[in-house]
């Protein structure tokens, strides 16, 4: 196979998000649910790759879809615990992030209740993503499980993950409180990063 992915490790001890994400859910998400999604993206890779080796035809719909599937849940899953952190009691947003969120939804406020409507909102399983374009516009949106309704060419600023693997044991059915509870994990200067970027 010429192309892989492998599961990185976390940039924080698996307990580092308690109280807001308990430890046991931090183990299961990365070393099951991530690292089945690093699997399923190098079993289609392989797939194509031996189809080419031998010049057969395979059900490419088939593998194109799980491809998809796969390789965006391991991206978004690597952006997910990059842009968290250690939790802390006052995790304050650095003041030059706050200005640039400030000038695009009028209010610090209003992207906050933004961002957690389009969490508390998506169906069924998926992902909220804060997106910017070339022109450094930025933008909300849900994910449909790892792969649809995500907007081609945009990139990815900071994503939260709203499948119940990320927060059931935690939070039973109560997403909500999940999405409200997380800004004290966010890791304010990854955003600031990708942003300048
Ligand atoms: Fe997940």
Do not use: C
């Amino acid at each position: 196979m010429k192309e892989s992915f492998s599961l990185k490790d976390l940039p924080y001890k698996y307990d580092a998000l308690e109280p807001v994400i308990s430890k046991d859910i931090v183990l299961l998400h990365h070393t099951k649910h991530h690292n089945a999604y690093v699997q399923g993206a190098n079993k289609a890779l392989g797939m194509l790759e031996s189809a080419r080796q031998e010049g057969r035809e395979i059900d490419m719909k088939a593998v194109l879809r799980d491809l998809s599937f796969n390789l965006n849940g391991h991206l978004l899953h690597e952006l997910y615990w990059e842009n968290m952190k250690e939790y802390s009691e006052e995790n304050k947003i650095n003041t030059e992030l706050l200005e640039i969120l400030t000038k695009h939804f009028n209010s610090y406020d209003n992207f906050q209740r933004e961002f957690e409507t389009a969490a508390k909102t998506v169906e069924g399983s998926g992902w909220v993503v804060l997106f910017k374009d070339k022109e450094g516009n930025l933008f909300i949106n849900q994910v449909q499980n790892h792969n649809l309704l995500g907007i081609i060419g945009f990139k990815p600023i900071l994503v939260n993950d709203v499948w119940e693997h990320a927060y059931y044991l935690d939070y039973k059915n109560e997403r909500g409180e999940y999405v409200e509870r997380w800004w004290d994990v966010v890791n304010w200067s990854v955003v600031l990063d990708r942003l300048k970027v």
